[in-house]
């Protein structure tokens, strides 16, 4: 069993900067896939990032727009990042972490690949 936590999230203005944090117990994080997803009020949840591995790839919505970056910390081999610049209104919403051991390459962006999930953390950009 893989227990997953976030946290980071808070109140930024548009074009500020927070990052998320997603701390994993229960198994070793770095062969497992790590996805990043977000649900606003009223939507679909949404892919965001993902970290197929420890020293794998790396994907991303094109919506972002190069503004997110993930990352896994070399130290701590069970925390994954998500490094989110010039945040915009329209990035509110509760950002979720999960983890699978086999998520396939071609749905890296699939949330229903990713068994084990976190209980979000809220991000909210002002205007």
């Known amino acids: 069993q893989v227990r997953l936590v976030e946290s980071g999230g808070g109140l930024v203005q548009a074009g500020g900067s927070l990052r998320l944090s997603c701390a994993a117990s229960?198994?070793?994080?770095?062969?497992?896939?790590v996805g990043w997803f977000r649900q606003a009020p009223g939507k679909e949840r949404e892919f965001v990032a993902t970290?197929?591995?420890?020293?794998?790839?790396?994907?991303y919505a094109d919506s972002l727009e190069g503004r997110f970056t993930i990352s896994r910390d070399n130290a701590n081999k069970n925390t994954v990042y998500l490094q989110m610049n010039g945040l915009k209104p329209e990035d509110t919403a509760v950002y979720y972490c999960?983890?699978?051991?086999?998520?396939?390459?071609?749905?890296?962006?699939?949330?229903?690949?990713?068994?084990?999930w976190g209980q979000g953390t809220q991000v909210t950009v002002s205007s």
């Open positions: 999960a983890a699978d051991r086999w998520v396939p390459d071609s749905d890296y962006d699939q949330a229903n690949k990713y068994a084990y």
């Open positions: 229960g198994r070793t994080f770095s062969n497992f896939a």
């Open positions: 970290s197929m591995r420890s020293g794998g790839s790396t994907h």
